[in-house]
């Protein structure tokens, strides 16, 4: 299988990342497999090709992970014709772009789109990833998984929100990593129109009623094509505990990740969203889950493998290479 991951910058990316497993998890497989910048793509002057100075990873069976990136990194890019992949996965993080560069957020579904249209199987989909990018896409799925919530970006209308519902959170539509999130007592809160107009700023808000249990953190849950990723009777899931008076979780925030066991209101949530998921080509997400509720999904560059191959001991990532492997011969 000829694999690429699309990145936001190869200089930026970092070893421990889940791309960097992933990587490593295709090549010891014996795929060629590749890294492509938003920037390195070029749309050929004559034959229309799709075609990208991409840099190779190649895993040497004495690498680490970080010397696996640094030789990523330090290798000289190659032209590699991107029509002649059998997949491309998309591991981008549009987000991060939209605030310092916004003109590359949208490339990797526009790329994506016009290589799925010419033969490459190209995870997540970017038809659906456009929409799944967005905390809105969460509103598609059954009102019994979720919290009560509303999107806007009125302040009046999230100051009634809250004063009908009581405890509530409140983000930006499209965001990630904690960024501006905060966490709302009830309707007297005295920084509730400074935390409005933060919020505000990077566009629509969504305000969720406070799920119980919420103040003790939450648990990422890993799905590979609809189903609870696992591999030798581990699950790829956790769960992330806030650390001191910080109600987020994220681990980028300090949150710290110990075991979940998966009970049966984290498979009744599965099987809620197995079909659709399935349906809109969401090969592989990360949803976080509150109690019987899901409070976000993660369709685009989902993270945290190495929090599961700490807490576990396994790599679950070349389970994720198989399934792909698998959907590319089927595609062919």
Not at 151 to 178: M, N, Q
Not at 261 to 281: H, N, Y
Not at 303 to 318: A, K, T
Request: glycine share 8%.
């Amino acid at each position: 299988m000829r694999l690429a991951f699309f990145v936001n910058d190869v200089a930026t990316e970092i070893d421990e990342y889940t791309t960097t497993r992933l990587a490593r998890a295709a090549s010891q497989a014996g795929h060629e497999v590749w890294y492509v910048g938003v920037c390195d793509v070029e749309l050929g002057e004559s034959d229309g090709q799709l075609v990208a100075r991409a840099r190779a990873a190649e895993f040497d069976k004495d690498d680490t992970l970080e010397t696996f990136m640094e030789r990523i990194k330090e290798g000289d890019a190659e032209r590699i014709v991107l029509d002649d992949l059998d997949a491309l996965f998309l591991r981008n993080e549009s987000i991060d772009d939209l605030q310092k560069r916004p003109w590359a957020s949208p490339l990797g579904v526009v790329f994506g789109q016009m290589l799925k249209a010419r033969g490459v199987t190209v995870v997540n989909d970017p038809m659906s990833l456009i929409r799944a990018t967005s905390k809105l896409y969460l509103e598609e799925f059954p009102a019994k998984i979720r919290p009560r919530s509303l999107v806007t970006h009125d302040p009046e209308a999230i100051e009634r929100f809250v004063a009908e519902v009581g405890h509530s959170v409140v983000k930006p539509l499209y965001g990630a990593k904690g960024r501006n999130v905060f966490m709302i007592e009830d309707e007297d809160e005295p920084n509730l129109t400074q935390m409005t107009e933060a919020v505000r700023q990077d566009g629509y808000a969504v305000v969720q009623e406070f799920v119980d249990g919420g103040e003790d953190g939450d648990a990422r849950i890993f799905l590979l094509e609809g189903k609870l990723l696992e591999r030798d009777g581990k699950p790829a899931a956790f769960r992330r505990v806030p650390q001191g008076n910080d109600p987020r979780a994220n681990i980028s925030k300090g949150g710290r990740p110990v075991p979940l066991e998966i009970g049966a209101a984290e498979r009744g949530i599965i099987e809620a969203m197995s079909a659709k998921l399935v349906a809109d080509g969401m090969y592989f997400v990360g949803i976080d889950v509150i109690g019987d509720k899901v409070v976000e999904i993660n369709a685009e560059s989902p993270g945290g493998m190495q929090s599961v191959e700490r807490l576990y001991d396994v790599d679950v990532c070349p389970t994720v290479i198989e399934a792909l492997e698998r959907r590319t011969k089927a595609r062919r």
